[in-house]
C-alpha cells in the first residue's frame, strides 16, 4: 500500500526476489478492499496515501482484523511513530531504508505469527526465547533455569512483552495496561520498573538481548535465537 512508484516498485523486487507473494494498491481505499478480500499475512502501509491517511487505514483495518501491519513512511517524528502504533501498527520503518532492514522485519512479523498460531503465546502456557522462560499459568519466570525474583508489576511488563514479541509497544499501550490510564508520571514509573526489569534479565544491561528500547516511542521483546 505505497503511492510513490519508485518506493513501490523497490518494495514489490525485493519481496519478488525474496519467494514473497504480494498484492499492491495505490491508495487507502483501494488498500482497505485487498486487505478485507486477500486478508494477507502482512500489509505493507505508507501513511502518506493520496486519499486517506495511513492512520486512518490502520484503524480501519483493525477494526475487523489483527494482522499484522509494518508502516513504512517518511514521516520520523516520534509523534507520527507512536499516533501509529498506538492506532494499531505493528511496526514503524522510516524511509529511506534498506532492503535488508525490510527483510529483517517481515522475518521478525513472521516468527511472531508463527508462534501465536502455534498456540505458544496463549493464555496458560509458556513462553520461551533464548533462556528466558515465562511460565503464564503459575505467574513465574525464569532465566538459564533460575527464577527470576520480579515484583508484580516487573512480572506484568515482561508477560506484555513477551505476549507481543516482535511488536513495538507504545508508553501509552504500556502504562494503560499496567495502571489503566496514561498520565506523566505513569510513564516515568514505567522507565524505572524497565531499568529494574532488565537489571534482573538482561545478562549484560548495557548490551540488551531480551528488551529493545525505541526512544520516546517505547519498547519491544526481541526474539533471541
Known sequence: MEDDPPVRNLITTTLKMNDYRYLTAANGEAAIAEASSHNPDIVLLDLGLPDLDGVQVIKNIRSWSNLPIIVISAR?????????????????????????????????????????????????????????????????????????HLTPIEYKLLCLLSRHMGKVLTHTFLTQNIWGRSWENDVASLRVFMATLRRKLEPAPDSPQYIQTHIGVGYRMMKVE
Open 76 to 148: 520520523s517524528e516520534d509523534e507520527d511513530k507512536i499516533e501509529a502504533l498506538d492506532a494499531g501498527a505493528d511496526d514503524y520503518l522510516t524511509k529511506p531504508f534498506s532492503v535488508e532492514e525490510l527483510l529483517a522485519r517481515l522475518r521478525v512479523t513472521r516468527r511472531r505469527l508463527s508462534i501465536m498460531a502455534a498456540g505458544a503465546l496463549s493464555a496458560g502456557s509458556e513462553f520461551v526465547n533464548g533462556k528466558l522462560r515465562v511460565d503464564y499459568a503459575g505467574g513465574c519466570a525464569f532465566l538459564d533455569g533460575q527464577e527470576l
